[in-house]
Structure formats: structure tokens, C-alpha cells
């Protein structure tokens, strides 16, 4: 591990790069007619994938990023998943196909805070509006506190074949500091339902850089995990943003770990993974050799989403609900963000969409390759190759520094330095002068 190279970049602010441009950047040029534009375009021949966001939580968890909000009610949750089902059917009528789906994933927010009934009805509207494979991968993330057995009963019979489980952390003094409290027993027991159903890919997201949080506590959790050998990990610093998140504020300050402990933190775990038998991919993955997502990264087909890396090859994810964010060929497009407006605008048969970006770049490869030909990114965007890096100095400063190298016009990320790509692709990123302050640390 390269812990001066910690130190010296780990305190730039830099976006997770799971689209590019960031969301701050999109447009409201891209709104509900250029949406339907794009819509009439998809093809039919070729399958899209679906993301649909539940942005309801019982508790909120202080360090969350997500747009979500907290009720104790099912009234509400009830009628957005109304507007769900009818924004669905907005997009099957638009497009005027039978249009093929090969991934659902249901996000949050806690999409099992649905009543299995609630649960079963919404996915069975999607299924009317659209053709959902028979192999269609549908996956779901779980909230394992939550998770009864009426609601994994409705999980197979919706056909999930993918849960990711929230874990965090299981120090406890880190989970009364972030305000979840998740034992290792409500976790392996979820597992067990979910397995137990015909769920064959279980999926954990963990935390580094969490207050309180030490390399001693990372491996404890690390060690509890593999015993219930999940398929995949996603490891993702946390990302302090107390002045775009403030329910962040409950997290004092001084009890963050530094860039170099962070650093520290998330190679530890990467070590201990590996030692486990998972394999590295990209930045912030890990799954078992033979899951998909390790035979993408062999294959060269490894794709980075807003869930982080995935091997769907999708052209076209088609976002629902409030936030949603979608992609397609064209560019990127967001639905409005405050619920009432959201519900509105589909309650008048109008889409929620009110920003988005029309693709003119892309940083996607080296995020997932750790390498990336300039030329080649030059020839894509019609750009002059010398104008291919945006930030020359910083990535004459990386290369200096031996975080990559550069050959033949092709810029590869060094082996030890992976955990800093995010500082490389940085150098592409024509917005980033302005938007540091929404950012967390690259550590």
C-alpha cells in the first residue's frame, strides 16, 4: 500500500465517477420533450433495463447519500408506488413496442418497506407494461432488520434473483454512530430466507472511513461477512457532505478517520477479500471468481452504473420514480427530486423528467478498465487527441508520481495505485474546477 500517495491525493474532493458528467451538471435543456424523443428511439430488438426508486425509509441511517425520506406509514408508500405503476405505463405507451426487460433493480431508499401485497403489485405492473425476460436478472436491495418472511415469500414469487443487503459495519459503537443498529444474527438470518427462496445472488454493501471506525473493526466485520459468503461486495467510502446531506451533521467530525487511515481501512479489507477468494473489481468491487461480474472484468465488458460496477450491457436504463435517474444511447436524464412534484406530473400524465445531459464525453472506461486509450476517446468525441485530458498538469503530476503510466497514447493506472483512479479520471472531468465542495475525499 502506498500510504505517501494517500496523503498526497487523499484529500482531494472528488465525485465516485458512476456517471460522468455528475449529476450537478445535468441540464435542465434535457427535460420531458427530449425524454420523449428519446424514448421513440429505443429499439425493440434490443433488451433495457429497469431502475426503479423507493425513496421511503424507516429510519434514517445519518450517513446516507441517497434521496430518500423517513415515514412510519404505508398511506404514502401506497401512493407512490400508484405513480410507479402509471409512470410505467407512461413509457410503454411512449415507446409503442413490447419493449424487452433483462434487468429490474429495485433501489432506495428501502425498497422492502413495501407490504408483499404492494410489493407483488408493482411488479406485476411492470410485467403488463413491459416484457420482463424470463431470465431477466430482478434484484432487490434489502434492509435485513426489516426483511419477514411474508415479504421474501413475495420476493420469490416476483421472481428476484439478486438481493443486496445493507451491512455497514458490525462494531457497535460505529453502528450507534450512524445510527443503525444491525446485528451479525438479523443479517445471516435474512440470508438464510433469502437463500432459502431460490435468491442465488446475495450481494453486501459495506463502509470504510465511518466515524469511530478502525482497521481491527473492518476485519471483525470482514470476518463475519465471509462466513455467510455473499457473491459480491460493494466497498464504498463514506462521503461526509454535512452541507448537502444535514442529517450528516449528526456525525461529529473528529470521530472521521483521516485520508491515510481511510486508505489504510480500505486496503485492509481489499486484502482480507482477497484472501477470502474474491476477486478485485475496479475501484470498489469484489465477487466470487465465477460470478458474472468477475467474468465481465475478464471479458472486457465490466460497465460502471449509478449502483457502481455491473456487467450489464444495457444501452438503455429507463429510471422510475422520484430522483430516478435513466440512460439512454443519447444521454443522461433525471427525474424531479421533491415527491409532491413527482406525483403531479404523473398524476397529469406528463414524465417527471427535468434534467439531463445530451453524452458528448466519457470517463466510463477508465473507471472500469483502469486503463484507457486517448486516441481512441478522441476519435469517439471528434476531439483533437492533445485535448483528450483536460487537467494536463494534474495527470503530468500523477504520471511523476507513478500513480499511471503512459504508452503509445494509451494511459494505464499503476498496479498498487488502483485505489486512486478516481484522481486519474479526474483529469478528464471538464466540470470538476466548480464543483469540489459536493465531493468527497478520493480516500
Given at each position: 500500500m502506498r500510504s505517501d500517495l494517500a496523503d498526497m491525493y487523499g484529500q482531494d474532493k472528488l465525485p465516485r465517477y458512476t456517471s460522468y458528467p455528475t449529476a450537478p451538471y445535468f441540464s435542465s435543456a434535457i427535460g420531458e420533450k427530449v425524454y420523449r424523443h428519446w424514448l421513440r428511439s429505443v429499439s425493440a430488438h434490443r433488451p433495457v433495463s429497469l431502475y426503479v426508486h423507493i425513496p421511503?425509509?424507516?429510519?434514517?441511517?445519518?450517513?446516507?447519500?441517497?434521496?430518500?425520506?423517513?415515514?412510519k406509514q404505508d398511506a404514502p408508500i401506497a401512493v407512490f408506488v400508484a405513480a410507479l405503476r402509471r409512470e410505467a405505463q407512461l413509457v410503454a405507451d411512449t415507446i409503442k413496442k413490447s419493449l424487452p426487460v433483462a434487468n429490474l433493480h429495485f433501489g432506495g431508499g428501502t425498497p422492502t418497506i413495501m407490504t408483499p401485497?404492494?410489493?407483488?403489485?408493482?411488479?406485476d405492473a411492470f410485467r403488463y407494461a413491459f416484457f420482463v425476460l424470463p431470465d431477466a436478472e430482478i434484484a432487490v436491495e434489502v434492509d435485513p432488520r426489516t426483511l419477514t418472511n411474508d415479504l421474501t415469500q413475495a420476493l420469490e414469487y416476483c421472481g428476484v434473483t439478486r438481493a443486496s443487503l445493507g451491512v455497514q459495519s458490525f462494531d457497535p459503537r460505529v453502528q450507534r454512530a450512524i445510527n443503525r443498529l444491525q446485528s451479525f444474527e438479523q443479517t445471516a438470518a435474512a440470508v438464510e430466507r433469502l437463500r432459502r427462496v431460490g435468491v442465488r445472488g446475495i450481494n453486501f454493501d459495506l463502509l470504510y472511513g465511518l466515524p469511530f471506525q478502525t482497521v481491527s473493526c473492518c476485519l471483525d466485520t470482514i470476518a463475519k461477512c465471509v462466513e455467510l459468503r455473499p457473491d459480491r461486495f460493494s466497498v464504498f467510502g463514506y462521503a461526509h457532505v454535512p452541507s448537502f446531506k444535514k442529517h450528516q451533521r449528526k456525525i461529529a467530525e473528529e470521530s472521521l478517520p483521516d485520508s491515510v487511515e481511510r486508505h489504510v481501512q480500505s486496503e485492509t479489507i481489499a486484502e482480507a477479500l482477497q484472501d477470502a477468494g474474491y476477486v478485485r473489481i475496479g475501484l470498489d468491487h469484489f465477487a466470487l471468481p465465477d460470478d458474472a461480474l468477475a467474468t465481465a472484468q475478464r471479458e472486457g465488458r465490466l460497465r460502471r452504473n449509478f449502483q457502481g460496477h455491473t456487467d450489464d450491457s444495457a444501452d438503455t436504463l429507463i429510471g422510475l420514480g422520484a430522483s430516478a435517474i435513466g440512460r439512454m444511447p443519447q444521454g443522461f436524464v433525471q427525474n424531479v427530486v421533491a415527491m409532491r412534484d413527482y406525483l403531479d406530473r404523473i398524476a397529469g400524465g406528463r414524465f417527471a423528467t427535468v434534467k439531463g445531459y445530451a453524452f458528448t464525453e466519457d470517463?466510463?472506461?477508465?473507471m472500469c478498465d483502469l486503463t484507457v486509450d486517448l486516441e481512441q476517446i478522441s476519435r469517439i468525441h471528434d476531439r483533437d487527441p492533445r485535448t483528450a485530458v483536460v487537467d494536463r498538469a494534474r495527470i503530468d503530476r500523477l504520471l511523476a508520481d507513478g500513480v499511471a503510466t503512459m504508452s503509445q497514447g494509451r494511459l494505464t493506472v499503476s498496479e498498487g495505485s488502483e485505489f486512486l483512479v478516481r484522481s486519474v479520471a479526474s483529469a478528464f472531468d471538464a466540470h470538476l474546477p466548480r464543483s469540489t465542495g459536493v465531493h468527497s475525499r478520493a480516500v
Open positions: 421511503f425509509c424507516r429510519s434514517m441511517c445519518w450517513y446516507c447519500g441517497c434521496h430518500t425520506s423517513v415515514t401485497e404492494l410489493f407483488v403489485d408493482l411488479a470517463i466510463e472506461r477508465i
